[in-house]
């Protein structure tokens, strides 16, 4: 089985990103570039499936990969919805911090 659904599938926003377009589409990479969404907007907990849906990802690697990224302190699951799981960055660690601030620069330098 493919780990990537459609590519031009519009909801799949997660690999056209300057993150992605620096560090390529590794599933890993298309997970932290989606949950990049400002801490302060509601919408920063994920299900698997709005995962899979917005990286292109089948669900199967987004919850493998989801797993290793949370094992590491990058992302974390959360209990936001009580019948699945839900995963949201580590705001406030030192690595997530490093990460929004690189993808930052990148959008930055993008502009330019």
Do not use: C
Request: hydrophobic fraction near 40%; charge should be negative.
């Amino acid at each position: 089985m493919a780990d990537r659904n459609e590519p031009d599938d519009p909801e799949a926003f997660a690999m056209d990103v300057p993150l992605t377009d620096v560090f390529g589409s590794h599933p890993k990479t298309l997970l932290i570039s989606a949950l990049l969404a400002e801490p302060s907007d509601p919408t920063t907990h994920f299900t698997v499936n709005e995962l899979a849906r917005i990286t292109g990802l089948e669900e199967s690697p987004v919850e493998t990969h989801a797993d290793e990224l949370a094992s590491v302190g990058v992302i974390t699951e959360t209990d936001d919805l009580e019948e699945t799981k839900t995963y949201v960055l580590a705001e406030g660690t030192d690595i997530v911090d490093a990460i929004r601030q690189l993808s930052d620069e990148l959008f930055e330098a993008q502009e330019d």
